[in-house]
């Protein structure tokens, strides 16, 4: 039996109904700066997410995060190429998903494809002051607090960091 309650996987052009609920909710983008999106920004995004799969000089890598026991997509999760060693990354879930230990999970198994690709070495997540949960997210994963300026957290993780405290699971 799996014991992760997640698994990602690239998204498809049937996540769209999902992906437009979680891009466009007013609870997710009190979190986010750049949403709410409207539906035709949401369609335009998931059509580059799904591009991005092909591309030879892919930069971004979002994924649908699924549950064990829900049909359809819960969240995304993804990040961002800045260099050859380095990416920016973020998550969200769908609220009725948040506060369950989705996220971490998710967070965790998006670290492992990052840093198993075996270019990453680092990866930066940043969030809002106030939102406490993502703030607990990233410590849960072992991100350290580098900065904070303004409204908003900036964290870092290092491949060595995260394959330390595997090895000691």
């Known amino acids: 039996m799996n014991s992760c309650p997640v698994r990602l996987r690239e ?6 109904e999902r992906f437009c609920e979680l891009q466009m909710s007013s609870q997710v983008a009190r979190h986010v700066s750049w949403l709410p999106r409207t539906r035709a920004q949401c369609e335009h995004a998931l059509a580059d997410a799904i591009a991005q799969q092909r591309s030879a ?8 995060v699924e549950c064990q026991h829900v049909k359809g997509m819960i969240g995304s999760v993804g990040y961002t190429i800045r260099d ?4 920016d990354c973020g998550w969200f879930l769908l609220p009725d998903f948040w506060g369950k230990g ?7 198994a998006l ?16 969030c809002a002051i106030g939102n406490r949960a993502s703030l607990r997210v990233a410590e849960k994963c072992g991100f350290r607090l580098i900065a904070t300026t303004g409204d908003r957290c900036t964290f870092e993780i290092h491949k060595e960091e995260v394959n330390r405290r595997s090895a000691t699971m």
Not at 84 to 87: D, E, I, N, R, T
Not at 102 to 108: E, Q, V, W
């Open 84 to 87: 050859s060693v380095s990416a």
């Open 111 to 126: 670290l492992a494809l990052a840093f198993g690709s075996g270019r990453m070495t680092s990866l930066t997540a940043s």
């Open 102 to 108: 989705y996220a971490a999970h998710a967070i965790r």
């Open 57 to 64: 000089e892919r930069i971004r890598f979002f994924y649908a």
């Open 11 to 16: 998204h498809v052009p049937s996540d769209i």
